[in-house]
């Protein structure tokens, strides 16, 4: 078990799902229908094949309800200048720190009617949850032990609400619940999988996943997520970590996944990085080494025709190159991508000229990239591109 510096509990963790976010409400869908849209929104096929109400035996118990503390009001600048967190150190007793946010850490980006936002991971390995109201409600989530992170519209039966921790983990990844219904929901499936809203599928939003440096560039005027004690938390006082540490340090180069878990495969590494896509019964999963040797890669997946590249940090992306129903042909000339006489940027799927001038790519895969384990976890029959032609 991973301990969780001053709380000593387990960590947890979270991973993907294949729902439309085109609209309001999304839990309509029909297995086997997709939606490819170019408003910025996410185009995926149907959820991965699960047995709802999952029992009580497929969950582990990882840590406490709320022992990782939601962030439930969270608070923005333009960096992390002036920020003191005092904590409890196990071993040194109370501490105070003034956290770093470095140009190359990795932070979730989300734009709302041209503002944007920026999650880093350094709050996000700690509280795993952000409770959110910008455009809407919104929910952000990540999960270390999968390295995955979901975005969505934080509503649940059409009613904004707050979601928390569960302390448990399905299938190796982060499980919420929400104060509404008191459902338990799959991060990775991005459903809800005990109680009332079992079967509910989250609506989903795009999840830019790249350094701070990088989105600054490309969002000169972004806010970003800053620590508690300055953003409040389910628990309220008292919830402060060492945001200069990482509490997974070493889980990466490990063999283990989740809690205990050995990985048995021999496809990829475990821990190795993928981009994945599940569209009309087919699952896909693309290497970022793979990827940064091949630079652009145009596929179709259950139909979706789709680009999948990496981003000038080396983040594997995944966009759906058909727009305005008419299927674009993409190239590259090193830092856009090309295609319909417009250069898209690679990070976040927008042409910054030509006939496509200011057009965003739909996001063809609903969750981030994440570890290879975390995406079979979900998808057991996944493909998986090798390059080889």
């Known amino acids: ?40 929104g996410v185009a995926t096929g149907p959820a991965a094949a699960l047995d709802l109400p999952v029992e009580d035996s497929e969950l582990q118990r990882g840590a406490g309800e709320d022992a990782i503390p939601a962030i439930v009001d969270p608070t923005f600048e333009s960096d992390w200048s002036g920020v003191t967190v005092e904590y409890t150190d196990p071993f040194s007793g109370q501490q ?26 350094r709050v996000l390995n700690w ?36 979601f928390g921790v569960s302390g448990l983990l399905y299938r190796n990844a982060l499980v919420m619940y929400d104060e509404a219904t008191e459902s338990l929901w799959s991060q990775l499936a991005a459903r809800a999988i005990q109680g009332p809203m079992t079967g509910e599928s ?14 600054q560039a490309d969002h000169p005027e972004t806010e970003v997520l800053r620590p508690p004690p300055e953003s409040s938390t389910v628990v309220g006082e008292g919830a402060t970590r060492n945001y200069n540490n990482n509490p997974y340090e070493g889980y990466n180069e490990t063999s283990r996944t989740g809690l205990a878990g050995e990985f048995d495969g021999d496809r990829l590494d475990a821990k190795a990085e993928v981009i994945g896509i599940a569209n009309n019964g087919v699952a896909r999963a693309y290497p970022a080494a793979t990827l940064e040797s091949e630079g652009v890669v145009e596929d ?8 999948v590249t990496t981003t000038p940090d080396g983040t594997p992306v995944a966009w759906v190159r058909e727009v305005d129903g008419e299927v674009l042909s993409f190239s590259s000339d090193g830092s856009h991508l090309l295609a319909g006489g417009s250069r898209w940027r690679r990070t976040t799927g927008v042409a910054v000229d030509g006939p496509y001038e200011e057009r965003r790519l739909a996001q063809a895969n609903a969750v981030s990239p994440q570890f290879w384990f975390a995406w079979l976890d979900i998808h057991p029959d996944s493909e998986l591109h090798t390059g080889d032609g």
């Open 1 to 40: 078990m991973l301990a969780l510096g001053t709380t000593g509990v387990a960590a947890l963790a979270g991973c993907l799902s294949d729902t439309d976010s085109s609209g309001e409400s999304n839990s309509s869908q029909e297995p086997g229908n997709v939606t490819a849209t170019q408003d910025g």
């Open 96 to 121: 105070t720190i003034e956290p770093r946010l470095d140009p190359d850490d990795t932070v979730i980006g989300v734009t709302r009617d041209g503002e944007a936002r920026a999650y880093p991971f």
């Open 127 to 162: 509280h795993e949850i952000v409770n959110d109201q910008f455009g809407g409600p919104l929910l952000v989530t990540y999960c270390p032990l999968c390295r995955s992170a979901v975005t969505a519209k934080r509503r649940v039966d059409g009613e904004a609400t707050v």
């Open 202 to 215: 989250l609506d989903l939003e795009r999840t830019t996943i790249t350094s701070w440096e990088t989105w």
């Open 300 to 307: 179709s997946v259950g139909g979706l025709p789709v680009v």
